[in-house]
Nanobody, 118 residues
């Protein structure tokens, strides 16, 4: 059974920073792309950032220059460094990973709340 466990969310003032972590555990053969999504109240879940196994990254336009995604393959962990946070970044942030165990599939974390006050 593969699990993704997120940590690092919380309450921060506008202009502040937070760092999210997501660790994958279980019987894992390989992890392909890993990413972060977010869902604000009343809105659809949207992609924030993604990183491939080779380290290539892609970001939503709304977070470019403020957020940085990275990963530690030895720890099966992906990070999201969020700087210059804005109230509109308030959302539940979900980790997603494309993982090969016996089969290949997409896995989600339970979500972590990020609240940015103005």
């Amino acid at each position: 059974q593969v699990q993704l466990v997120e940590s690092g969310g919380g309450l921060v003032q506008a202009g502040g920073s937070l760092r999210l972590s997501c660790a994958a555990s279980g019987i894992i053969f390989s992890i392909n792309a890993m990413g972060w999504y977010r869902q604000a109240p009343g809105k659809q879940r949207e992609l924030v950032a993604v990183i491939t196994s080779g380290g290539s990254t892609n970001y939503a336009d709304s977070v470019k220059g403020r957020f940085t995604i990275s990963r530690d393959n030895a720890k099966n962990t992906v990070y999201l460094q969020m700087n210059s946070l804005k109230p509109e970044d308030t959302a539940v942030y979900y980790c997603n990973a494309d993982i090969t165990t016996r089969y290949r599939g997409a896995y989600w974390g339970q979500g972590t709340q990020v609240t940015v006050s103005s």
